[in-house]
């Protein structure tokens, strides 16, 4: 994906006769190998991806997200000019657009301008001739506003799992037709034993909280690694046999 140095604040100033096309950012899309999920996300999103947990490098913070692929710059969803999933993470959706920073307050609508979408055509304009937003470019901005508020559930569900040590780490274990074994590790899901085990009282407050029905989602979204399997193998590179995942309990 582009870099900060692209990105820049929306303004009718700087932006008054842009256009963007309304589809997606295949581009930028298809060096990513996960997508952060909000927490309202979980239960489409583990109908087309294996959604687990994964360490901030920077912070060491859980951050809940989609696998897209094996690959930490490959995303196996993209093929030719199209996205072979039902469900699009809004983290996907929203680009060019992202909320920047001020004062380290999230505040801002901010543009990738070196994103494929500017200027392509058919395009929505961002403003109107009276330097007033589009519909396109409200659409957008509430967009955003609404995963900003979803990272905040996000944040709330990970910390929750995480004190009732229901987090443990896992190990994709992939076979190729050629004998070759690979074992990919990095990706955090729900430990089955200690959610058996959780004292009545934990789980009612997981219940009453909306997060036991995420890790659920969770737990059984780890059957869409066969899609990431079925993914692989069209696009005819060494075929993967079989693929399963250890957890560390």
Partial sequence: MSGEAS???????????????????????AALGHVPLGLGEVPLAGCDYPVVLIKDGATGAFRLVALLGYAPDRNLYVIGESWAATYLPLNVLRLPFCLGTLNGEAVELCIDEASSLLGRAPGAALFEADGTETPFLAGRRALIEQMRADAEATAQFVSAIAAERLITPMTLNLH???????????????DPLALETLADAAVLRLHRNGHLAAIHAMIH????????????????????TR???QLHL
Avoid: M
């Fill in 243 to 245: 693929s399963g995942f």
């Fill in 221 to 240: 979204s780890l059957g869409q690694l066969n899609r990431l399997d079925q993914l692989h193998n069209a696009r005819g590179e060494r075929q993967i």
């Fill in 7 to 29: 990105i820049a604040a929306v303004s009718h100033a700087r932006h008054g006769g842009v256009s963007i096309s309304t589809g997606i950012d295949l581009a930028a899309a």
């Fill in 176 to 190: 190729y037709a050629d004998q070759h074994q690979q074992d990919i590790q990095g990706a955090y899901t729900i």
